[in-house]
């Protein structure tokens, strides 16, 4: 180490500019592998939280999270910024580096999925990842893994922390063949469909019943199929409860969706090395959306099953949701019923997992909850001996 010292100072002084840069990225590739420095101590590995969002929602749905002293001190990075690779980033005060981007880079390839009535992705930037296979978003993880060990060292620790779609987004990269792999070692999800969400029956319903839309669009028309598409493109639907369900990931998210399946099929695929942890809801009706101007984190807000005859939905369409399950039993967090929400109740499950069970929270509000989520994420740093 001391001639290739030597011979750098010697190259600086005749030249005037360091040529060896060859020589520094060598030292910098055996530094990311947990080489050891001159004094044969062993290179601790930068670790990093990388934030998942949910369907219809975006990388700003974590801004409580991130800009919080409980959380990551005002600090995230989004790895999609084309700036990345020269951003000043820095840690938290736990020394953790939080990382996050948002899902929609394929959603307007040939092959994307179609939504409802060949409905498309029409955002240049994508539609949140809502036109995407979970595989397809399992590639946007592994494009985020590779842009953050060339920030931080090809040996960075990354724990994943998935809301809602964005938890399953994570399963599909570890039960992949990626290499990258290896660079995670923790998974967090909070309000998770695991095991779908019967909501997704509602997009089989009117793929099998009620197409074409311009069938049924007629101002007085009172048929069940028109009191759907009425109830989807409703203003309550779409911003109270922030669902487009037109898209085709409400399908795939589906309790009786092949794409549920296949993941679930697939879990003993996941490393061993992951430590995990799952954050659930419950005490929330399903159906209830949210919006309530009151009370937006426990109120049921806009309830499918109500009585605004203008924005609900056939009876019809909601017994095929219900799918001859009584309401009360699928209660959760609104969207997804708790028993969905677990890992452990998946079949085939023999992990550990740490859970933390709590009540009156509405879904779309799951990744604002500060003290549920700061506190699950202290305990996976001391699980992981990040923090003492």
Avoid at 198 to 205: A, I, N, Q, S
Avoid at 228 to 242: A, C, E, H, T, V
Avoid at 266 to 293: E, H, S, V, W
Wanted: glycine share 10%; charged share 20%.
């Amino acid at each position: 180490m001391m001639i290739l010292f030597n011979l750098s100072r010697y190259f600086k002084r005749c030249y005037g500019v360091y040529v060896l840069l060859v020589l520094t990225a060598l030292g910098s590739l055996g530094v990311a592998h947990g080489a050891t420095d001159t004094n044969n101590a062993t290179v601790k590995p930068r670790q990093v939280v990388l934030l998942l969002h949910g369907m219809s929602s975006n990388a700003a749905k974590w801004n409580k999270l991130v800009n919080n002293n409980a959380g990551f001190d005002w600090r995230c990075s989004n790895t999609r910024d084309p700036k990345f690779s020269t951003l000043s980033i820095k840690p938290n005060s736990e020394g953790v580096y939080c990382m996050r981007f948002n899902f929609g880079a394929y959603d307007r390839i040939s092959t994307a999925p179609k939504g409802l009535d060949k409905k498309i992705c029409s955002e240049a930037g994508g539609c949140a990842g809502d036109y995407s296979t979970f595989d397809s978003l399992g590639k946007e993880i592994e494009a985020a893994i590779i842009r953050i060990r060339t920030r931080l060292g090809i040996n960075v620790q990354i724990v994943l922390l998935g809301h809602s779609r964005g938890g399953l987004a994570a399963r599909a990269f570890l039960e992949s063949t990626s290499t990258l792999r290896a660079n995670v070692v923790g998974l967090m999800t909070t309000g998770t469909p695991h095991a779908g969400s019967p909501l997704g029956r509602y997009y089989t319903y009117m793929n099998i019943n009620c197409l074409p839309e311009s069938k049924y669009d007629g101002l007085f028309d009172t048929g069940n199929c028109a009191d759907d598409w009425r109830f989807i493109n409703s203003y309550p639907i779409k911003d109270l409860g922030g669902l487009d369900l037109k898209a085709p990931t409400i399908a795939f998210l589906s309790d009786a969706s092949t794409s549920i399946t296949a993941l679930n099929n697939k879990i003993a695929a996941i490393p061993p090395i992951i430590r995990f942890t799952q954050l659930t809801y419950t005490n929330i009706k399903f159906g209830c959306l949210g919006g309530d101007p009151i009370d937006p984190e426990t109120g049921c807000g806009y309830d499918i099953f109500g009585s605004i005859i203008r924005f609900k939905p056939s009876g019809k369409s909601l017994d095929y949701v219900l799918n001859k399950r009584p309401r009360n039993t699928l209660t959760g967090d609104g969207i997804v019923p708790v028993t969905s929400q677990k890992m452990t109740s998946l079949k085939g499950w023999n992990r550990s997992v740490t859970s933390y069970a709590r009540i009156n929270r509405i879904h779309t509000t799951e990744a604002e909850q500060i003290l549920d989520l700061s506190t699950a994420l202290k305990n996976m740093y001391k699980r992981l001996g990040w923090v003492i």
